[in-house]
Every structure is written in structure tokens, then in C-alpha cells.
């Protein structure tokens, strides 16, 4: 379970969102510039709220009253970007293996071959990313995010970089991962197309403000 009660304030811009959610897929979309990124940036500890609180399980990750704000390397939280921002001169395997050499053994909930085979990456694992299509190199950010046993999985626009067919191609490897990891997964997109595939449950982002669950 995610619970967050925040307010974020940066030049004219005031973010306020809550909310509570559990496993499965919580969808955020609305109009850029409405907060979407602002939230997964307060959530993964990019950002550091004004003012509010972020919970996951029984762990508090901020509390501004207490003076308590965990750095993102502690909070387990897996982070994918609509570019995917993988290390170009490391190979696939390097690149998802990033963050798993991080974890320490007793914390790894997956390991390379279930990731890979997963998202079937295994023959390309000795490939470096400029020799990758573009939704090769997002299902390779989703594994390096993966290999990193998040609690929490933060995706922010991951396919609107993608045309048409790739997406198509993407789709299901997200839904994979819903159903086979039950990782809470927070999903950012301004395509209702994706939300209808994927989410169950749904928010819009208006203006900084985070409005009332919508779908369920």
C-alpha cells in the first residue's frame, strides 16, 4: 500500500495531491504540465515536498513535521522515463544489471535470467543500446527497474516516445509485469488508451491538483 499526502510549491507552481493505493496499476493522466512528472519526481525522492507525508507498507519514507526525508537510494522505488536513459556504452546486461549489484543478496526478489526471459531480452543481452529498437530499449529500462526489487514501480509517460506499433509491442510486457510481479505500479500517461488497457484504477492531475479516483 502507497499512501502520500503532499503539497509542492516551486515558482508559481502548487502541487497538492493524496492518495491511497494498493497493488496493481494507479494511473495518473492529464495535460502536460498539470504535475504528473512532479508527483513521481516527489515520490522517488527527485524532489523534496514543501510540506506532507509518503508512506509504503509500514515504511515512512517522508515526513516533513518529523523532518524526515529519505534519499531515493533508500527508498526501493523502481523509476522508468519515457526515454529510458540507458547507459550507451554499457551492453543490455550491464545496463540491467546496474542496480542490482546495489541490492544486497537477501533483498534481490528477481534475478537476470527471470527479468530477461520475462521481457525477452535474452538475445540481446550482449548488444549495446545504439543497436536497439526503441521498444527494446524501454523493455530494458523496465528490466533494470525491475532487477532493482522496487516496491514501488513509478512509470512516467514510458511510451509516448514509442509510434503506434511499438507501443503495441510494449503493452503487454507491462500488463506481464502487472500480473506477475504484483509490484504497485503508478503509471503517468495523457493516453486514455493505456490506462483502459492497463490500470485499475485511475486519477487526473489538473492544474497541480491530483482529482478524486475516477475508475476502479
Same mark, same amino acid.
Given at each position: 500500500?502507497?499512501? %502520500?499526502?503532499?503539497?509542492?510549491?516551486?515558482?508559481?507552481?502548487?502541487?497538492?495531491?493524496?492518495?491511497?493505493?494498493?497493488?496493481?496499476?494507479?494511473? *495518473?493522466?492529464?495535460?502536460?504540465?498539470?504535475?504528473?512528472?512532479?508527483?513521481?519526481?516527489? +515520490?522517488?525522492?527527485?524532489?523534496?515536498?514543501?510540506? /506532507?507525508?509518503?508512506? $509504503?507498507?509500514?515504511?515512512?519514507?517522508?515526513?516533513?513535521?518529523?523532518?524526515?526525508?529519505?534519499?531515493?537510494?533508500?527508498?526501493? *522505488?523502481?523509476?522508468?522515463?519515457?526515454?529510458?536513459? $540507458? %547507459?550507451?556504452?554499457?551492453?543490455?546486461?550491464?545496463?540491467?544489471?546496474?542496480?542490482?549489484?546495489?541490492?544486497?543478496?537477501?533483498?534481490?526478489? %528477481?534475478?537476470?535470467?527471470?527479468?530477461? /526471459?520475462? +521481457?525477452? +531480452?535474452?538475445?540481446?543481452?550482449?548488444?549495446?543500446?545504439?543497436? +536497439?529498437?526503441?521498444? @527494446?530499449?524501454?523493455?530494458?529500462?523496465?528490466?533494470?527497474?525491475?532487477?532493482?526489487?522496487?516496491?514501488?514501480?513509478?512509470?512516467?509517460?514510458?511510451?509516448?516516445?514509442?509510434?503506434?506499433?511499438?507501443?503495441?509491442?510494449?503493452?503487454?510486457?507491462?500488463?506481464?509485469?502487472?500480473? @506477475?510481479?504484483?509490484?504497485?505500479?503508478?503509471?503517468?500517461?495523457?493516453?486514455?488508451?493505456?490506462?483502459?488497457? $492497463?490500470?485499475?484504477?485511475?486519477? /487526473?492531475?489538473?492544474?497541480?491538483? $491530483?482529482?478524486?479516483?475516477?475508475?476502479?
Amino acid at each position: 500500500m502507497l499512501s %502520500f499526502d503532499l503539497n509542492f510549491a516551486r515558482g508559481g507552481f502548487v502541487l497538492n495531491a493524496a492518495a491511497r493505493v494498493g497493488a496493481g496499476v494507479t494511473g *495518473v493522466y492529464g495535460p502536460s504540465g498539470s504535475g504528473k512528472s512532479t508527483l513521481l519526481a516527489l +515520490l522517488a525522492g527527485l524532489l523534496t515536498p514543501t510540506r /506532507g507525508q509518503v508512506r $509504503l507498507g509500514e515504511r515512512v519514507l517522508v515526513d516533513t513535521t518529523a523532518r524526515r526525508v529519505l534519499p531515493p537510494w533508500e527508498r526501493h *522505488v523502481g523509476l522508468v522515463f519515457q526515454d529510458g536513459q $540507458l %547507459f550507451p556504452h554499457l551492453t543490455v546486461r550491464q545496463n540491467l544489471l546496474y542496480g542490482f549489484a546495489r541490492i544486497p543478496q537477501a533483498g534481490r526478489n %528477481f534475478d537476470l535470467a527471470g527479468v530477461a /526471459g520475462l +521481457l525477452e +531480452l535474452t538475445p540481446l543481452l550482449d548488444r549495446r543500446p545504439t543497436l +536497439l529498437s526503441g521498444g @527494446e530499449r524501454q523493455r530494458v529500462a523496465l528490466g533494470r527497474a525491475l532487477l532493482y526489487s522496487p516496491q514501488l514501480l513509478l512509470l512516467d509517460e514510458p511510451l509516448s516516445s514509442l509510434d503506434d506499433r511499438l507501443k503495441q509491442q510494449i503493452l503487454p510486457f507491462l500488463k506481464r509485469i502487472k500480473d @506477475e510481479t504484483r509490484i504497485p505500479m503508478l503509471y503517468v500517461t495523457h493516453a486514455h488508451s493505456e490506462l483502459d488497457y $492497463l490500470a485499475d484504477r485511475a486519477y /487526473g492531475m489538473e492544474r497541480g491538483t $491530483l482529482l478524486a479516483q475516477v475508475t476502479d
